[in-house]
């Protein structure tokens, strides 16, 4: 089994910054690609970032340009690096982390990030 805990969500100012830490522990060894997925009230849950463990990215549009995904393989952590934050990006953010040997997928128990106006 994969654990996945998440860190550092919150309240904060339009155009502020926030950094999200999910931290894994477990069976990590066969995890491959990691990402956050945001949801937000009466939306359903949607990609944010993800990335591979050889450091491939893909970002949501809305994304592009603010927000920059980062591992640590040896810590089996992804952070998620928020910046110019903007009130539409409130939402509860979710660690995402899946296994390439079973392709069983691993979720967190999410974040709430609120960006005031």
């Known amino acids: 089994q994969v654990q996945l805990v998440e860190s550092g969500g919150g309240l904060v100012q339009a155009g502020g910054s926030l950094r999200l830490s999910c931290a894994a522990s477990?069976?990590?060894?066969?995890?491959?690609?990691m990402g956050w997925y945001r949801q937000a009230p009466g939306k359903q849950r949607e990609l944010v970032a993800a990335?591979?463990?050889?450091?491939?990215?893909n970002y949501a549009d809305s994304v592009k340009g603010r927000f920059t995904i980062s591992r640590d393989n040896g810590k089996n952590a992804v952070y998620l690096q928020m910046n110019s934050l903007k009130p539409e990006d409130t939402a509860v953010y979710y660690c995402k982390a899946e296994s390439y040997l079973t392709n069983y997928v691993y979720w967190g128990q999410g974040t709430q990030v609120t960006v005031s106006s």
């Open positions: 477990g069976s990590t060894s066969n995890i491959n690609v």
């Open positions: 990335i591979s463990r050889v450091g491939n990215t």
